[in-house]
């Protein structure tokens, strides 16, 4: 029970502290007038993608031993499943409810030249990192340097690409706090804007919170796989991603609900980019990297989700709801699989 409270209450640190790095980057975005893509498939994506990057990088190095391993490589494995699968089912589940209650179109009007991008690069980059170190003797290495200056140029691609400016973005939570602090009893609650300083602090702030939180969150899940008489690896699999990867499902969900599509997706496919790099590049560096089994049937089929996807919009130049709830399909394939071993 003791494993169980910890584990929730770490979570709850993971969340709300990138709940407060996001809104942090959204805000400094604005204020240095960035496009969509790079607010989405960077900023946004980063921010929410953190609490699954750290969480591999203190389960590897710093609880070590073969459990802390194995739950890292779970972890680094799971998220562009998770990502590439219910994160998507989950924005077309968000088109039809707002079609529903009639405040959108059954339609998804995204930037189709960021979205291919973000796929291509992602399908490369991945594909590489879990085909070429069996295939090539001693590429580790070589492919972890490769996958981290591969993010740095589609980095550079999505600040020069066009996109559409930043509509708008909630104000400052450290702003907000601050107005409610230097008010007098007799004004009503104004918002304190401080800039960009402000927006930055908010962020290093939350990134300690983070990392405390997974680390705890670490502690609580490998204790509980042992408990449980669980595979670390296989538990941190489909618990940990699940866990992590609610922050891009919560944004992509409410952007989509308000029309903002390109955020919402961008969101998606930016953190499957970030997600087959970094944390990636920490597995291929620190550990073994011997995926076979269902770890390697998670890769393979969020692979085939993002293809899915890219022939798509390659072929009819627009994204259906349908097909990105097709990421459900690939889901269920690998619950079944999981039933089935």
Known sequence: MTDILLLILSLIMILASAEIFTNGVEVFG????????VVGSILAAVGTALPETVL??????????????????????????????????????????GFIRKNRKFELRVEISSLKRDLVFFIIMYGAAISVPHLVHGGRGIMATSLVAGYLIYAYLTFRGESEGIVHTDELY???????????????????????????????????????GAHVFVSGLESLSRTWGMNPLLFSLLVAPIATELPEKFNSINWTLKGRDTLAIGNITGAMVFQSTFPVSLGLLFTSWTISGLALLSAVLALASALVLLVDISVRKKLSPATIMLGGVFYLLYALAIVYS
């Open 174 to 212: 450290f702003g907000k706090l601050l107005g409610r602090i230097r008010r007098s009893p007799d004004e009503t609650v104004q918002i304190y804007d401080a800039g960009i300083p402000l927006a930055l602090f908010q962020v290093f702030f939350s990134l300690v919170l983070m990392v405390a």
């Open 56 to 97: 591999p990088f203190v389960a590897i190095l710093f609880h070590g031993g073969d459990a802390g391993r194995d739950i890292g490589v779970g972890a680094i494995l799971g998220a562009p499943f998770m990502l590439a699968t219910l994160a998507f089912l989950f924005v077309g589940i968000s088109v039809i409810v």
């Open 30 to 37: 604005k204020k240095l007038s960035l496009s969509q893509a």
